[in-house]
């Protein structure tokens, strides 16, 4: 079973920066395709990125330019550094693992999830 723990979430101004962080549990970080997804209230949780397991990194058109996913194998943890953020970008942020085989290919769902972050930007 693959557990997620999510940090770094906040409130900051408009034009701040974040990073938050997904602890996973070991052997996850690499064989899985890791993503952070994000819902705001009364919308869809949708994909902000994705990166699969050999590397390869996708990004909503929203944040492109804006965001960075990577991941410390050793570390056994996934990154999202948010830069230049706007109030749209305010939402509850989720990190998410899913096998190889499906990688996210249904743009909303996963596997396994953690309990989310909150991300605040006025």
């Known amino acids: 079973h693959v557990q997620l723990v999510e940090s770094g979430g906040g409130s900051v101004q408009a034009g701040g920066s974040l990073r938050l962080s997904c602890a996973a549990s070991k052997n996850t970080i690499g064989p899985y395709c890791m993503g952070w997804f994000r819902q705001a209230p009364g919308k869809e949780r949708e994909a902000v990125a994705t990166?699969?397991?050999?590397?390869?990194?996708t990004y909503a058109d929203s944040v492109k330019g804006r965001f960075t996913i990577s991941e410390d194998n050793a570390k056994n943890t996934l990154y999202l550094q948010a830069n230049t953020l706007k109030p749209e970008d305010t939402a509850m942020y989720y990190c998410?693992?899913?096998?190889?085989?499906?990688?996210?290919?249904?743009?909303?769902?996963?596997?396994?999830w953690g309990q989310g972050t909150q991300v605040t930007v006025s």
């Open positions: 998410a693992a899913d096998p190889p085989v499906r990688c996210f290919s249904s743009g909303r769902t996963a596997r396994y």
């Open positions: 990166i699969n397991d050999a590397g390869r990194t």
